[in-house]
């Protein structure tokens, strides 16, 4: 699927700005308009913007709508509504009619409404709920209580919902671009560039032109032949270069669509415990992250974005994990065009049926693999992930879940399949990972094998050895050795660690929640990354303090383990932080 763009040959409208939101009660008829509904913008989560407790924290469905004109000129064209993401599945109504539905919260998709739509005022209704189950990724538990659907998600971020990220229209001619894949091989300087262009309808002529940053044409052909940049410059970690890929199509002369699409010329390499971009090895240093701001809740805030990676940047930083799923393609452009280097990870949280198995004697108890049955939703959102996603240079390695039971029965048989698919979807096979669970260490986890790079949460000094950095550092020292004996040629990444810390709260003893414990607390684990060579990264948890489901840790409502609170303000760390990642 193409990201939508006006171009010489297409229209496109972006549909941001107030809907009529509503939640439901009792059967509502798509072909009648909502009675007594409020207002509510998009693109943005629902839940904050009501300011009512109870709506915020509905769970089931609810309908948004609006409406919007179509002059009589592009009634005729081929009209496609495009949804950046609707949170979590939806179904979709023009003019009364049902035109398709999704399920999944975090990746685009889109229909051809031109058969549902006239010249002049149409409808546009959406059927939304926030239900996730055992089936579904995330994975939460569901149960019927009193005739009121109760769900215990097997995560802690709050679970915004709504249409979090842009609706637009477009237009094509009949005869249109319907995807485009940019596959290339580079040696020494000379990148061989064969793109994968999926064409609908008539055409006699493809033209391909690739244009360097300077707008000059570098190499032209047509969708058969490849396409040679003779110097190569490559797109490196914080130094990005982006090249154009431009797609004319003709019919008898005519020029019937006409798309751009932007990419970036660089290796990948997995070897002797290293990860090596361009063939330099690269150390990752930076940040889980989540989509989560004031208002927007878990919408697309792109001045937010903007503004964290600029913190980011200079801070040193070059690279997150989009934690827990994956975040708006506006982001991923942004970080093309900054040079972040991105863990791409698929909403598969939560794979974790019960924390109380992890107290048996049998290390390989508990019943994930039996119980819940993810496998269907789990390959739909990662085939759809990888779809949107191949393309950006930024994206480095595929994140196939965070915190499954790795350790339990079935954990391995189940990867297996899920790691063979992740590979024949990537063009560029790409590494993927598993990010890993404290309580499938190395003797217990069951699919290190299966992953390229090994990457850990670990909280020792935080959930394990609380307020003890002695032994949470002889403690993670020993967990290390062991992955390492376990896996010599894997480099591992720490994709998370960190503590919950208060803005504001001192403590002379230094005790944990006190800025003064995030500082040691960092310097503890930082001292014990140093000493092996290993150990190929660092990401933090979090960038910033997020808002969570309710929860006796959860003060005020938010995950506090950020460097920064939600609105961005800095705790004590971040100074030291940054001395370190400028400095290496
Ligand atoms: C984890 C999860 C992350 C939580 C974090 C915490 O291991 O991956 O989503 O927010 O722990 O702070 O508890």
């Known amino acids: 699927m193409l ?31 909502l009675t007594n509904p ?16 109870k709506v915020r924290n509905h769970v089931g469905y609810f309908w948004y709508e609006t409406t919007f004109n179509i002059p009589n000129e592009q009634a005729v064209k081929r009209n496609v509504l495009h949804f950046g993401a609707v949170t979590q599945n ?3 109504y023009v003019n009364g009619q049902l035109v398709g539905s999704h399920i999944g919260g975090y ?10 739509i006239k010249a002049g005022r149409n409808d546009l209704k959406l059927r939304v709920n926030n239900l996730l189950d055992n089936t579904t990724i995330p994975s939460a538990h ?46 020494d300087n000379q990148t061989t560039v064969s793109p994968a262009i999926k064409i609908n309808g008539d055409y006699d002529r493809v033209q391909l032109t690739i244009l360097d940053e300077d707008d000059q044409e570098v190499a032209s052909g047509n969708e058969h032949g490849q396409l040679i940049i003779a110097a190569t410059h490559r797109w490196q970690p914080l130094a990005a270069y982006l090249y154009r890929l431009n797609i004319n199509v003709y019919n008898k002369g005519n020029l019937v669509d006409s798309y751009t699409k932007e990419f970036g010329v660089r290796t990948i390499k997995v070897k002797d415990h290293q990860i090596f971009i361009n063939d330099q090895p690269f150390y990752f240093q930076g940040f889980g992250w989540h989509e989560d701001s004031l208002a927007h809740g ?55 049926e019960s924390f109380a198995v992890t107290l048996d004697n049998n290390v390989h108890a508990g019943k994930t693999w039996e119980d819940l049955h993810p496998a269907k939703n789990h390959k739909a959102a990662l085939a759809e992930m990888i779809d949107r996603d191949c393309d950006h240079p930024s994206v480095i390695m595929w994140s196939l879940a965070n915190e499954p039971a790795s350790q339990e029965k079935g954990a391995h048989e189940y990867f297996r399949r899920i790691v063979e698919y992740a590979k024949k979807l990537d063009p560029q096979r790409r590494p993927v990972t598993i990010v890993n669970i404290m309580a499938a260490d190395a003797d217990k986890d069951l699919v290190g094998d299966l992953v390229d790079v090994i990457c850990l949460n670990r909280y020792y000094g935080w959930y394990i050895d609380f307020g003890d950095l002695s032994k949470a550092q002889a403690d993670l020292t020993a967990e290390l050795k062991k992955w390492h004996q376990k896996f010599p040629d894997k480099p591992i990444i720490f994709t998370e660690f960190g503590a919950d810390t208060i803005a504001g709260m001192h403590s002379a003893q230094r005790e944990p929640y006190s800025e003064e414990y995030q500082v040691d607390y ?19 948890w979090n960038f910033a ?20 609170t939600r609105n961005r303000l800095p705790k004590e760390i971040v100074q030291s932080l940054k001395q370190r990642w400028l400095k290496k």
């Open 522 to 540: 960092y310097k503890a684990n930082f001292a014990i990354f140093d000493k092996f060579d290993f150990v190929q990264g660092e990401q933090l």
């Open 545 to 564: 303090d997020f808002v969570t489901e309710p929860g006796m840790i959860r003060i005020g409502g938010e995950n506090r383990k950020g460097i920064f």
């Open 38 to 53: 409020q207002l509510v913008a998009v693109p943005a989560s629902f839940n904050d913007q009501v300011f009512n407790k």
């Open 90 to 92: 939806c179904e979709v």
């Open 298 to 352: 878990g919408g697309l805030n792109l001045p937010q974005v903007v503004m964290d990676l600029n913190i980011m940047k200079s801070m040193g930083a070059n690279s997150f994990r989009t934690s827990h799923y994956p975040y708006a393609e506006e982001t991923m452009r942004l970080a093309d065009h900054l040079g972040f280097v991105v863990i791409d990870e698929v909403p598969a949280v939560g794979l974790y």
């Open 142 to 187: 569901q149960e019927s209580v009193d005739g009121h659907i109760k769900q215990q998600n097997r995560f802690d971020f709050f679970n915004y919902a709504g249409i979090n990220r842009p609706v637009k229209l477009y237009t094509t001619a009949l005869t249109y671009i319907d995807d485009v894949h940019i596959n290339y091989k580079v040696t």
């Open 107 to 116: 990746t685009p998709f889109e229909f051809e409404i031109s058969s549902y």
């Open 3 to 33: 990201y939508p763009k006006q171009t010489v040959t297409r229209t496109l409208e972006d549909f941001s700005g107030l809907w009529k939101f509503k939640v439901e009660k009792g059967k509502v008829d798509p072909a009648t308009q």
